[in-house]
């Protein structure tokens, strides 16, 4: 078995096709076929159903591919710890963040690091929590933004910053002239929410006893759609503290701070365990500390470089 015959399996299972692979991986189609073709003697397993079309893998191959991926990023981790300061200053870096953090931090990560690092090439995405838990551990991203706590035995959460919710109201709604909002009596109104598709708050959705938190409010998109439901419907939605700033100033006006008590969360960077290019973390902390203002910082990231 080699880490060659591994990378084809996976893009394989990429690309859906064994002429495309081979054209991704510089060989022709028969070297490919022949190279999967031993690798599964050797394992005694059928990898791929070549029937199907796209090429899908078979229940077994998927399990055989999820671990290619992790001891190919497993191998680069060594191949990162053999290279110099200068050259782990560059290369491209997967980051993948919820939707509510992304339209904050992509602008400024960019920024920072095409000043800074330009050798550097981030590749970010925007998916679910839950995807990029599962991506991570199958070593298919580099580092994860999401709401914390994780408390994944996997993985390693390092704290970026915190943040309120604010309400943003309808100036056509009865709230709208209150100066500031109580979170006790906010869930009593309907709340423009992402969660199970584009709806209404139901009181239903907790349990006795338990806070509105974050998990009951977003399950995709961005707030700023909630924002034009509402300018464009009316009633009332909960937005990040973060966001004022990518609004209109003229919309800031219809924001409320939330009170007694506040409702907040706390935005983590979430890699593996076994992550060891302590370099890239640092230059990825570093641009998110030159993008977030410092008082909504953890304490972690505003005294400097993370020390693994």
Known sequence: ????????????????????????????????????????????????????HPVNPTVLGQKVIDKARVVLFNTGQLVELTRSEKSL?????????????????????????????????PQVQEMLSDSIIRRLKKAELDMGIV??????????????????????VSPDYPLYAKTSLESKKLLNHPIWIMKDGLRQFDKSMLAEGER???????????????????NEIGGMTIIPELHRNLILYSMQENLRPIVNPELSRKISLVIRKDYVHERMLNIVIEAVRNTIPLENQEDIIKKGNLIL
């Open 1 to 52: 078995m080699t880490l060659q015959q591994l990378e084809y399996i996976i893009s394989v299972a990429e690309y859906g096709h064994f002429g495309k692979a081979a054209d991704a991986c510089g060989v022709t189609q028969p070297t490919l076929s022949l190279m999967i073709k031993k690798l599964e003697e050797e394992l005694d397993v059928v990898i791929f159903d070549r029937d199907s």
């Open 89 to 121: 200053a560059s290369g491209e870096v997967k980051i993948a963040m919820i939707s509510t953090v992304a339209p904050v931090l992509t602008p400024g990560l960019f920024r920072y690091l095409c000043k800074t690092y330009p050798q550097v090439h």
């Open 147 to 168: 709401v914390s706590p994780v408390k994944d035995p996997d993985l390693m959460e390092i704290p970026l910053f915190h943040e309120k919710f604010l309400a943003y």
């Open 212 to 230: 509105f938190s974050y998990d009951k409010m977003y399950e995709g998109g961005r707030a700023g759609t909630l924002i034009f439901i509402v």
